[in-house]
């Protein structure tokens, strides 16, 4: 991992922390992450490769890392602004299943870097995963994770936005 990976991990514990504070659920709280991760994809993922167990692998992180999108997404705090639009704040349980799935990346990469390669070469050896799997893998993670979570976040926003003038109409018909 390099320096500008290591940055660019540190930016994204960042910007969870910054979400612990309210913030209003509008388009921009979905374009603007999906476009970030589509960045981080276009950086990252250039061939995905499909030898040995190497489909198994990024299979199983990129679950993982929906499994993480979805807890945190539904562990974010979302309620009914004032001004009719829907705010979220990520509350300590979202925040700490954010941060788990970043670090675990992090600590992965800082352990493989620091001794554990030939653990991990043998792994892989014997499980038959290519060493290109692996950085595809964990990006898949980092990239469903963050996906899944802000796109049921917004979704609990719409619906939570829907429900009050549906009530409202519901009211009204019946007067």
Do not use: K
Not at 14 to 36: G, K, N, T
Not at 127 to 150: D, F, G, K, N, Y
């Amino acid at each position: 991992m390099t320096t500008t990976d290591y940055l660019i991990n540190a930016g994204f514990i960042f910007m969870v922390c910054m979400q612990a504070r309210e913030r209003r659920l509008d388009r921009r709280a979905l374009v603007i992450p999906l476009v970030l991760v589509f960045f981080v994809a276009q950086q990252y993922l250039h061939t995905i490769p499909v030898s040995g167990n190497d489909l198994v692998l990024i299979g199983l992180l990129a679950g993982a890392g929906v499994s993480l999108g979805l807890l945190s997404g539904f562990a974010t705090h979302v309620r009914h602004g004032s001004d009719g639009f829907a705010l979220a704040r990520v509350g300590w349980v979202a925040g700490a299943l954010l941060i788990a799935g970043i670090s675990s990346r992090i600590v992965f990469a800082f352990i493989v870097t620091h001794g554990a390669e030939p653990a991990i070469r043998s792994f892989s050896i014997s499980h038959q995963i290519s060493a290109a799997a692996w950085p595809v893998a964990l990006v898949s993670m980092a990239i469903c994770e963050v996906t899944v979570r802000v796109v049921t976040v917004y979704l609990r926003g719409r619906r939570l936005q829907a429900v009050p003038s549906a009530t409202i109409t519901a009211v009204g018909a019946a007067a």
